[in-house]
């Protein structure tokens, strides 16, 4: 653990004060340097692009991605490779897992891809309102026992703020191995008034080349686990 936040301490690809960039995240995105603005012609760029492919993914480019609890990385990592338009923000609060995440973005990350090592309770002190369009939680730790139930990521606590960040149409697409902590969720969506756009109990059943795999799920689905999925819209 020691060496991961040695290496956190000088990764390039981390920001240190992400309350300081509530409401401007999107000028973090720039390749080389994480200060200067996205010039317009990167702006018209985005626009202009159109990629049809993924509905999570598809109508309005340079769209804010944040991805929770990441883990090693890799979703976000392949991600916004394969969306170049896109911005992705993964945040993770193991001091290990952040740090091999980190090593990751900074060696083989693209210019749209920045990491968190903190916990997601702030989260609502570093995005301003309605800044986030799509908020992703992938083989979220299920916390089976009651006593432990606001820790997960689908507790009240957290929908709270994940509605505050995110724009009045985004979306939140969780993906879990976990039948206990998929129904918790779909109960907790459900309850808070978010409609419910799309959910699979197999997800995998089918090649969904859109949606990357996680660590979590690239195991899962060599085991021949079946893949919960569900999105909601806000
Ligand atoms: N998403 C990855 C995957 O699918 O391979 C990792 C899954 S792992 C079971 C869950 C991860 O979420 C862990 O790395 C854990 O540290 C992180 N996590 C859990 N609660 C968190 C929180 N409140 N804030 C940030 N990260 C969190």
């Not at 626009?47 to 993924?54: A, H, K, L, M, V």
Request: include cysteine.
């Amino acid at each position: 653990m020691g060496w991961a936040v040695e290496y956190l301490d000088e990764a390039e690809k981390l920001v240190r004060d992400p309350e300081a960039h509530a409401g401007q995240w999107k000028s973090l995105f720039t390749g080389d340097s994480q200060t200067d603005s996205l010039s317009t012609e990167d702006e018209q760029a985005a626009e202009t692009g159109n990629r049809t492919d993924s509905p999570l993914c598809s109508q309005v480019p340079g769209r804010l991605h944040v991805e929770v609890g990441t883990g090693k990385g890799g979703y976000s990592l392949q991600m916004a490779a394969l969306y170049p338009e896109e911005r992705f923000v993964a945040v993770e609060k193991n001091d290990s897992a952040a740090g091999i995440a980190a090593k990751k973005y900074d060696e083989e990350g693209t210019d749209n891809l920045l990491l968190i090592w903190n916990d997601a309770r702030f989260i609502d002190s570093w995005f301003a309102p309605e800044e986030v369009d799509v908020i992703h939680l992938n083989f979220s730790d299920p916390w089976p026992k009651n006593r432990n139930a606001k820790r997960r990521l689908s507790a009240d606590s957290f929908l709270r703020q994940y509605e505050k960040i995110l724009k009045p149409d985004g979306e939140l697409a969780m993906k879990t191995d976990n039948a206990r902590l998929f129904e918790y969720s779909l109960l907790q969506f459900s309850k808070a008034g978010w409609p419910l756009l799309d959910a699979s109990v197999d997800f995998r059943r089918e090649d969904h080349p859109e949606d990357a795999m996680t660590e979590y799920e690239s195991k899962f689905a060599a085991e021949g686990k079946p893949i919960y999925r569900a999105v909601w819209r806000r």
